[in-house]
Every structure is written in C-alpha cells, then in structure tokens.
C-alpha cells in the first residue's frame, strides 16, 4: 500500500515585509504579501525525499488558514512537488490559536488519512514551535521532533536531532508526526514544469462543519490565550560606527565594555 | 495581494511563480559567486546547470525535445530574474533564444533530435555566428561561404566577436551559398561542431568582467555533411529573421536585469549612507536620477513584454518593431542605471567590494550588439516613421 505523506504548512506574512497587529490586535494580512513559511519548505523538502526514495508514495500538503492560503501558499509546495491539497478556510477560523489550529490540523489529517505527518519546526510569524507535538497528541501517535535528518523503512520513522550537548538518534512507528529544522537540507526550487503542474493538482476545500469541528472551539473565541495589547518595537536608533584608524580594535572593545558584552 | 494591472493583464500566476523561483536561485547564488566566477577564469556552470535542470534554460523550447512548452516571454523571464540578482547568463541569449529557435522552427527532424535535448536542459551549449569584420552593423556584406562538394559543404570564411565559442558544443554559423552571386544576401545556416577539422578559434581580449568570452573564428574549407544545414537551402532568411526578435528580446532582457541589479545596490546604498543629517537618498540629486532610472527600466520592460507577447503570438513582423524598440529602451535604461547606480555610490562605486564599476562597460553591450543603437534608430527612422534611407 503506498505511503501517506501528509505536510502541514502555514501561510504567513512575508517575514522581510513590514509586519504588524490588524485592530483586533491578530496578524494583519492585508498590509504584507503572504507566502508559504519558509521554515514549511524545509518539511516540504523532506517529504519530497521520502517519497522519492519510496516506491509508491502520496503526498498531500493541508494547510488551515485564509482564501489566499491556496493560491499563495499551497501552490509553493504543489510546484515543488507535493501531490494534492487540503485547505481548511472558514472566517470562524479568524484568530485562531495553536491550541485551534492543531484542533483543526489533525481533523483534517484524519480526513485526508495519512502514515506519516510532516511539519516545519515552527511558523515565521508565531513561532510557537509546538503545533508539531500538539498535533501527535491530538492524533494519538509518537512524535519525534526537531529532526535535521529523516528517513522511513519498513513501517518506521528514524531521525537524527541534534541538540547542544549530544545527537539523537530516534525511532518512532507509522504512523507518526515529525518537524524538521532548517539543517535538514535545502528545499528545492520549483522547476518550470512543476510550476506548470501544479495549477492542474486538485486541492480540496474544507469547512469546520466538513470537519465537524463546533465554531466555539476554534478563532478568537476558542483561543485559550488572549493578546491584551501590542506595541509596536521602538526603532532601531542608529549604530554606532568604529573607523579604524589605527586603534578600531580599541574602540570596539571599549563600546562592548561600555555595554557590559565583555 | 495586490491585484496591480501587471498581475491582472500582463503576468499570470505561472509566469509569477517563475519569476519568484528563478529569482530565488540566482540569490542562492548571488553576485560574488558571479563576480568570483569572473576572477578565477571559470564559467558559471553550476548555476547554468541548476537553472537547466529546473527547466528555465529550455522554456521557450518544444516539449516534445524536453524543453518546457513555453515561449520567448518565459525566456526572457528567466535572465532578467537572473540578471536582477547580478548573475546574467550571457549564453541564454544566443543558445536556447537563437539557436533553440532556429532548430526547432527550421531544423531537421534529425537536428531537433540531436540538439533540442540538450540546449533545453543547459547539458548542450550552441553559439551563434554572424558578425564579420567587414560585416557587422552591414551583414548583407557577409562572405562566408558554403560550396557542395559531392554531398559535402566545404565552409569557409571569419567571423569576429562570437560570444562562447570555447564552450559551446557547436556554433551555428550565418553564411552564404556559393551561387548566391546576385548580390543580394542569401543566407544559409549550418551547425559546425567545435572539434570539426578546419574550425579555429581564437579569444579576443576584451575589456570585459564577464566570465563568457568572445572569439575570432577562422573557417578554413570546413567540410560538413549534408546534415549540417539547417533545414532548406532556400529558408535561410526566414530563419535568419525566426532568430532576430528571440535575440532582441533576450538582450533588452539582460539590459533589464542588470539595471535593475544595479538600482536595487543603489537605492539600498541611498537608504542607509548618511553623510550629512539624513541619509543620502534623501537629496534629490540623488533620489531624482534612481526614481528615473526605476520609470524607464520599467517602460522598457513593458516593450520588452509587448515584444515577447507579439512574439509568443506567431506575429513576427509585428513583434520585429516592438522588439527592435525594446532592445534599444532597455539598453538605454539599463546603461542609465549602471552609471546612476555608480555615481550614488561615491568612491564605493568603483571598489570591487560593491561590483558595479566593471557593469559600467559591461552595460554598454547592449548598446552595441547584436545591433547597435544606431541601427535601430535606422530601423525605426525608414521602417516606421517612412523616412528616407541615408545607405
Ligand atoms: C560583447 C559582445 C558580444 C558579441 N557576441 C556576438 C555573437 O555571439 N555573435 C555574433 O555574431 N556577434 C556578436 N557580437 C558582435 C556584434 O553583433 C557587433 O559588434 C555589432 O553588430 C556591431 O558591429 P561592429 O562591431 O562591426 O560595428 P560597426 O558595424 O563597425 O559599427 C561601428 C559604429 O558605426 C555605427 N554605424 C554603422 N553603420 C551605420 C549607419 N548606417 N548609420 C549610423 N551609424 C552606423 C554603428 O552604430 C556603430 O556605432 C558581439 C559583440 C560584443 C561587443
């Protein structure tokens, strides 16, 4: 039977652009072009080795998130390779937190069907970092997160994570979810005929109720954490440049003494 | 999203999505990979074959030879992408644009065969040869020429400033048949691969940083089988003409990436450089020149665009002044930047740090080749406005 490769994306603001709050105090979509979370590209990629190396593989990417998630999101990584979609819009979805969006994800995981889950290591916008754990313990199978390298054979998952003091090496059973980081190889661009490709790759769109998720659960309302208020980060004051004339090294080493870094 | 006239009426998504990925692969690489390329005397291969194995080298070529199925306008697409990260690749413009074209428009089953694989996925590499010394802005002066011998043609002739000639598979030569003597130009085009006995080449040392360079070709009795024509003896300007606006549209192509290139250096520069209360970019001595530089090079992409268009359309004569027009607009703009982009840069702008200084001559090409500003003036001067001819 061929493997079921399911890969969670997030369509996120450009981190480059000029990010901020909308009033409601959520992201604010409309000031900044959005596009599939780079850190996303990453499991893409992995996904896309995997079943490569596999036999007879399938690769469907969900993502849950606003109408411009498919075209500006989903169609990253069908051009880069993946197979179909699912995108899960509903305006009650507005404001979701992970607790919500990790609800809504494995739903739609189950509903897709799946032996393998695939995510990022976090968002570029939320950067929870969580959802990936959230997700298995919602679906009921093992997680092994944080992988720079990932393989499946024979019904298992292995990986490599590497920590600060010592490298894991680790094993899990299908099926299962993994994240994997951005040492885990560079993600392919998509290549012309893929690019024409994936404007032919079915996506399929979801509602809460195709879920049957209640409304209540999800958004705003469902969030288990409420954002009071935001500020904008001061901006930056103009650095201070060192000419070296001579006695640069100096300067820099009293400027960081001065500052307590040394 | 923003749902601008560029995105509703001009690019579709796929040809957007091209751009973004093309443009994603030349930062992966980035100017000094390219400048690097330059000092140590390489050719920028493994960008050339990334970009083949993704299919942009090939878009524009047929699918059945593995090209993408797209057109000239997907080409063109690719090396300005590529040119606005300061990585043009200068062989985009004659080995799948002209050649490709030709080849697949007039070539033999057996020459499509042969060749389109491998021009589509950057593994081959065709040069392309008209220029003469005593023919370069005049080509019906061109005297290289091809006689039968038993099934054979016997080639001889010199050709001058033939860009890659030392990396290319083969060249595809413009010559003339021997009993073309009425006068009037009577093209002809063969295939002559790189190792044929009697084809010799030498580089011409130019003041250039670009890593491909240009050759003297000395044809001396070139023997060739019948199969080195390029489909029918008597075709040979209306393939002539089939290569014209490919090669046009590509280098207001590479003007555009590199000006583009050169401005987003520059206006970068003017942001952040303060040397009196407010950054440079401030003044408007400075602001001015960049907002100009911004206006033409995007008029002239909009030419280069309708060209290509017209082109993609099977209006080639339509296409022929749109794209003579574009070539000379990008040309212009793409110089105009280069120097601006130099002047805001102060002193920086001509340290090797900053790489603009060696874009000054560079950028200067496409004024001259493959026909010269003046040229196009004539061109529009007689074929458009009906003006008298001065030659
Ligand atoms: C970097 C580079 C790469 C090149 N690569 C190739 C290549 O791959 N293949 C190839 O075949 N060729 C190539 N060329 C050659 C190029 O196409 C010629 O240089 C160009 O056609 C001009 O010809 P020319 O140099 O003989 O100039 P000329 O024809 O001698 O012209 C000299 C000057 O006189 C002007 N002039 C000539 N006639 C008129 C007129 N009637 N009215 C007004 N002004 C006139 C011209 O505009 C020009 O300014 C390349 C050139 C360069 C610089």
Known sequence: MSLRIVVCVKYVPDATGDRHFAEDLTTDRDAVDGLLSELDEYAVEQALQISEASDDAEITVVTVGPEEANKDGLRKALSMGADKGVHVVDDALHGSDVMGTSLVLAKAVEHVGYDLVVCGMASTDGTMGVLPALLAERLGVPQVTLLSEVAVADGQVTGRRDGDTATERLAASLPAVVSVTDQSGEARYPSFKGIMAAKKKPVEELQLSDLGIEADLVGLGGAWTAVDSADARPARTAGTIVKDEGEGGKQLAAFLAERKFI | ?391
């Open chain 2, 1 to 391: 999203m923003s749902f601008t006239f560029d995105h509703v009426s001009l690019e579709s998504e796929e040809r957007r999505e091209l751009r973004a990925s093309v443009a994603a692969l030349g930062r992966s690489f980035g100017r000094r990979y390219f400048t690097d390329c330059v000092r140590e005397g390489r050719q920028t291969d493994e960008l050339w074959h990334k970009a083949g194995a993704l299919g942009f080298l090939g878009v524009n070529l047929p699918q059945e030879y593995g090209g993408g199925g797209a057109g000239l306008y997907e080409l063109a697409v690719v090396l300005e992408e590529l040119g606005a990260t300061g990585c043009p690749l200068l062989l985009m413009v004659v080995s799948p644009a002209i050649c490709g074209t030709v080849l697949a428009r007039f070539g033999t089953e057996e020459q499509k065969q042969r060749w389109l694989p491998g021009l589509a996925d950057g593994s081959a590499r065709m040069a392309f040869g008209i220029t003469e010394p005593d023919a370069g802005s005049n080509s019906h002066r061109i005297t290289t020429t091809a006689r039968r011998d038993g099934g054979d043609w016997l080639l001889s002739g010199r050709k001058v400033f033939i860009s890659g000639v030392d990396i290319a598979d083969a060249t595809l030569i413009v010559g003339r048949t021997e009993d073309a003597r009425t006068g009037k130009l009577k093209p002809c085009l063969f295939v002559v691969e790189r190792g044929t006995p009697g084809f010799e080449f030498r580089q011409i040392a130019m003041d250039l940083s670009a890593p491909e360079k240009q050759f003297q070709v000395f044809l001396d009795d070139v023997r060739l089988p019948a199969g080195a024509l390029v489909g029918d003896e008597d075709a040979g300007l209306l393939q002539l003409f089939a290569g014209l606006n490919p090669e046009r549209v590509m280098t207001a192509a590479f003007s555009l990436g590199m000006g583009r290139y050169a401005l987003e250096v520059a206006v970068e520069y003017a942001r952040t450089r303060q040397v009196w209360r407010e950054p440079i970019g401030a003044h408007q001595a400075i602001a001015h020149p960049l907002a100009k530089c911004r206006i033409e090079l995007e008029l002239a992409a909009l030419m280069a665009r309708k060209a290509a268009v017209l082109y993609d359309a099977g209006d080639d004569m339509g296409a022929g002044e749109a794209a003579n027009m574009a070539k000379y607009a990008a040309a212009e703009a793409g110089a105009a930047a280069v120097d601006t982009a130099v002047h805001t840069l102060g002193g920086n702008g001509l340290t090797e740090e900053y790489g603009l200084a060696s874009l000054l001559t560079a950028s200067r090409v496409g004024r001259i080749a493959p026909v010269s500003r003046e040229m196009i003036l004539n061109f529009v001067s007689h074929h458009t406005l009906g003006l008298p001819k001065s030659y």
